[in-house]
C-alpha cells in the first residue's frame, strides 16, 4: 500500500467514523511523510547518490568558510603589519633618522 492509498483511506475512516484524535494524528503523519517525500524527489534527492552529494556538498561548504576565514585573518593580518609599519617609520622621521643618514 503506498502512501496515498493509506492517506485516502484515513480520509475515508474520518469522514465514515468522525475526526477522532489518533485518526488526525495518523492524516498529520502521513500527509507530512508524503509531503517530505515530494519534496525530496523534486530536489532531486530521492537517487541512491544523494547521500554522497550532500556529502560533498558539507565539504564544498566547510572548505568555502575555512577559505572565508584564511582570507579574513590575512587582510587582518597584514593590515596590521602596515599600521605597525606607518607608525615605526613615523617614529623614525620624528627622531631625525633620515637627516642622520645623509
Keep these: 500500500m503506498t502512501?496515498?492509498?493509506m492517506l485516502a483511506r484515513l480520509f475515508a475512516q474520518a469522514a465514515d467514523e468522525g475526526g477522532d484524535l489518533i485518526?488526525?494524528?495518523a492524516i498529520v503523519e502521513?500527509?507530512?511523510e508524503l509531503?517530505?517525500?515530494r519534496l525530496v524527489a523534486r530536489l532531486g534527492l530521492a537517487d541512491d547518490g544523494a547521500p554522497d552529494d550532500l556529502d560533498e556538498l558539507r565539504?564544498?561548504?566547510q572548505a568555502w568558510r575555512d577559505a572565508k576565514a584564511s582570507?579574513?585573518?590575512a587582510v587582518v593580518h597584514w593590515t596590521v603589519r602596515a599600521i605597525l609599519a606607518l607608525l615605526l617609520i613615523g617614529i623614525a622621521?620624528?627622531?631625525g633618522v633620515p637627516e642622520a643618514l645623509k
Design 35 to 37: 509531503g517530505a517525500n
Design 59 to 61: 565539504e564544498l561548504l
Design 23 to 25: 485518526t488526525l494524528r
Design 71 to 73: 582570507a579574513w585573518k
Design 3 to 5: 502512501r496515498e492509498d
Design 30 to 32: 502521513e500527509a507530512s
Design 93 to 95: 622621521v620624528r627622531l
